[in-house]
C-alpha cells in the first residue's frame, strides 16, 4: 500500500502575498524566493538520508490553482511513487484529475478528498 512521505509544501491564498510574505520575513526571519515561497531544507531519515525541502507559499487571491476545491489553501504530499498512488486513489473511489505534470523537481498529480479540498501529489525525482 502506497503512503504519503511527508509534507512537501503548504500553499495558501492571500489579498497580498508579496506584503504577507515582507510580514514573516520580519517577524519569523522566513525569506521567501520570488517563484517558490520559503524552502525548509532538511535530510530524509536513515538509510537515505537523501537532502529534501518543503515549501511555505503565499498565492495570490485570485490563483486558480487550488480549483475545482474551495479551500483557500492546499497541501501538498510527498510520495514515492505517483502513479501507483493516483492508481490506488481511483481503485478507492476517490475523486483523481487525469492530469500529470512533470517538472525536473518532480511528478505532480491532484485528488480531491471529501470535504471538497484539492490536495496535491508530489513525487521528487530520484537520484538515479
Do not use: C
Not at 509534507?7 to 519569523?28: M, N, V
Not at 521567501?32 to 537532502?51: A, L
Not at 512533470?102 to 525525482?125: C, H, I, K, Q, V
Amino acid at each position: 500500500m502506497e503512503r504519503v512521505k511527508g509534507i512537501g509544501g503548504i500553499f495558501f491564498k492571500s489579498k497580498a502575498p508579496e506584503a504577507l510574505k515582507a510580514w514573516y520575513h520580519k517577524h519569523l526571519g522566513i525569506t521567501s524566493t520570488p517563484d517558490r515561497g520559503m524552502i525548509f531544507e532538511w535530510r530524509e531519515p536513515k538509510p537515505s538520508e537523501k537532502n529534501a525541502f518543503t515549501v511555505w507559499a503565499p498565492f495570490p487571491e485570485d490563483t486558480d490553482y487550488f480549483e475545482p476545491g474551495p479551500a483557500t489553501f492546499m497541501i501538498n504530499f510527498r510520495v514515492a511513487n505517483l502513479d501507483r498512488m493516483l492508481d490506488q486513489l481511483r481503485a478507492a473511489g476517490v475523486q483523481v484529475d487525469d492530469r500529470v505534470e512533470e517538472y525536473s523537481y518532480g511528478r505532480f498529480g491532484w485528488a480531491t478528498d471529501p470535504d471538497g479540498n484539492r490536495f496535491e501529489l508530489w513525487e521528487p525525482p530520484s537520484e538515479g
